[in-house]
């Protein structure tokens, strides 16, 4: 499923039911991840009266909402947090050759961005889209070593 290089990967889709007069009325919601597997990964959550429109909704939302996260050498630069609500993800830095260790939300959110070797450990919620929201949001907390040198107005060996 690769459109113009991109990785898109459907994470969850819900059915919704709402009761009306007449009966009830289905929708379907779509938690969709895409990446470049290079670095920039976005998530999105597309709703429609039918699945496949709700991935192309959910798609395009991830498309838009893409971001660029620091990757050294296939893993995190450092240990880190991610909080979303009440779902928080620990994503640690592994040797290469420990590979993606990683479940549902957070493995569709890393492979997207390109990381190889990781571990991580869901903490708190275990909603789909907490998940992936406390996923990006740790990725994003992530900064390299040039980045921190560049806001101290430092060499990175100075470092």
């Given at each position: 499923?690769?459109?113009?290089?991109?990785?898109?990967?459907?994470?969850?889709?819900?059915?919704?039911?709402?009761?009306?007069?007449?009966?009830?009325n289905f929708t379907f919601t779509a938690l969709v991840v895409v990446g470049d597997?290079?670095?920039?990964?976005?998530?999105?959550?597309?709703?429609?009266?039918?699945?496949?429109?709700?991935?192309?909704?959910?798609?395009?939302?991830?498309?838009?909402?893409?971001?660029?996260?620091?990757?050294?050498?296939?893993?995190?630069?450092?240990?880190?947090?991610?909080?979303?609500?009440?779902?928080?993800?620990?994503?640690?830095?592994?040797?290469?050759?420990?590979?993606?260790?990683?479940?549902?939300?957070?493995?569709?959110?890393?492979e997207a961005a390109g990381v190889t070797d990781i571990l991580t450990k869901c903490?708190?919620?275990?909603?789909?889209?907490?998940?992936?929201?406390?996923?990006?949001?740790?990725?994003?907390?992530?900064?390299?070593?040039?980045?921190?040198?560049?806001?101290?107005?430092?060499?990175?060996?100075?470092?």
């Amino acid at each position: 499923m690769e459109d113009t290089g991109l990785i898109d990967k459907v994470v969850r889709i819900n059915r919704v039911a709402k009761v009306v007069k007449g009966g009830r009325n289905f929708t379907f919601t779509a938690l969709v991840v895409v990446g470049d597997g290079e670095g920039s990964v976005g998530y999105g959550l597309g709703k429609a009266k039918e699945v496949p429109e709700a991935i192309r909704k959910g798609m395009e939302k991830a498309k838009r909402n893409m971001k660029k996260v620091s990757i050294l050498n296939g893993t995190v630069p450092f240990e880190v947090l991610g909080h979303a609500g009440s779902g928080r993800v620990l994503l640690k830095p592994a040797s290469p050759g420990t590979g993606l260790i990683a479940g549902g939300g957070i493995r569709a959110v890393l492979e997207a961005a390109g990381v190889t070797d990781i571990l991580t450990k869901c903490i708190g919620s275990h909603n789909t889209q907490n998940i992936v929201r406390a996923t990006m949001a740790g990725l994003q907390s992530l900064c390299t070593k040039e980045d921190v040198a560049k806001r101290r107005g430092l060499n990175p060996e100075e470092i």
